[in-house]
């Protein structure tokens, strides 16, 4: 992953299928943002919500984070500066390597019909650049290793999350990232509710190279610089984006 | 991967459960060794191995290949260049994500308990030494990326491999390995009978950073030619290092 992460401990979760605040002004003060949702996400809302973000702010890194190929497009792949691909550790096969090795087996051999593009022009393009253009696709795709500790939350259900890891677990997890896997970014999942800071305790004793974030229930300063504290890189701050811009703002650290 | 892969085109697969040529001399004709086997492989047989191994030529890299966790040892890690752990893309979600986390988890919390050592000094030794020991025994570890194609071999029945995969979908796996799990090495298995080319042309494709390997059938020069001109970069040779100095001596590329 070629970005400078210095300077990065705030990052906003935008779901491309709920509303925007208001005052698109806030995202200001955050450092990143992960565009991705599943329900009622498509490559078109997907890509509308990027411009709007890089209308507000040029500046800011833009992931995006599909939860399925077809929220992926052409046009995302080049308005995003990486497309980060969950690998759930305590999920199911399909969410480790099943849908990889699918979304290569597309890359590689069926770029065209991948992105939807039905467009004569477009896949033309694509099939004159052939081997380039998959390794130029390639360079934008990162892993993201994946823990999610709410057994409860859409995201455990999607990814078929049945076990919560112990904390000796999560940094198991967290030194297969760093020395086997090699995924830029390991991140812990509670999605919603608030997960404390033993695992990210335990995962950072492990990580060195690798960016670890954490995400759940983050709704005050205070929980933001506990999970800093405790080795995380950034928290991921989601719901109350959309919902609450005057707590949002309380998640900032200082 | 701290290994200069420059020269190596032949490699010996070893397994410490059967017995050895009467002439060990012969391993000076190949490139590096990979010491490994399921029935009736330990970690003092597999020792034994490589400490032969050694004493034949000091120059040869050695890597292990451990089945079980108990065929790794503090000793023969030390002995051993690398010891390269299989992620096995078609096999079943303990083959591909579940023993590695396993692993790690145990490298991570109890290094004594996973290395199977209950010599006192060793104990303390390691638990004195703490992560600094960990991220010493990690560097030596590093994943092969595997597709296993022989579905009546025992590498697929241990592995869980129910589905083989088409030119495409090898393709596929090859560019998740390069693009997305980084694994140096990418291992085509067809495990005692010769798959030709095709898988391996397929491969190629895709491969930059990591090392194409192909294992299975290889008996004459010929056909260690025609896998190498395919793309790989080196062949791999079992059985008959084991039964059949003569036809081993003939897998040697000019």
Known sequence: MNLDWHGIDHITKVDPAKDLPEDMGIIEQTDLIIVGGSDGVTSENTLAVIEQIRAQSSEIPVFQEPYRDRHVSFETIEAVDFIAIPAVYNGDRE???EKHVDLFTGVASKPTELLGSDVPLLGDLIAS????LVVEMTEKIIGEGYVIQNPDSKAAGVSGVDT???PDQVAGAALATEAF???PLFYIEYSGTYGGPEDVEAAAEYLNDTVLLYGGGIRSKQQTEEILAAGADAVVVGDCFHDNADQYRETIPS
């Not at 650049?129 to 380039?132: A, F, Y």
């Open 181 to 183: 896997y090699g995924f």
């Open 129 to 132: 650049k052939g081997r380039d």
């Open 164 to 166: 919560l890891y112990t």
């Open 95 to 97: 969410h480790f390597v």
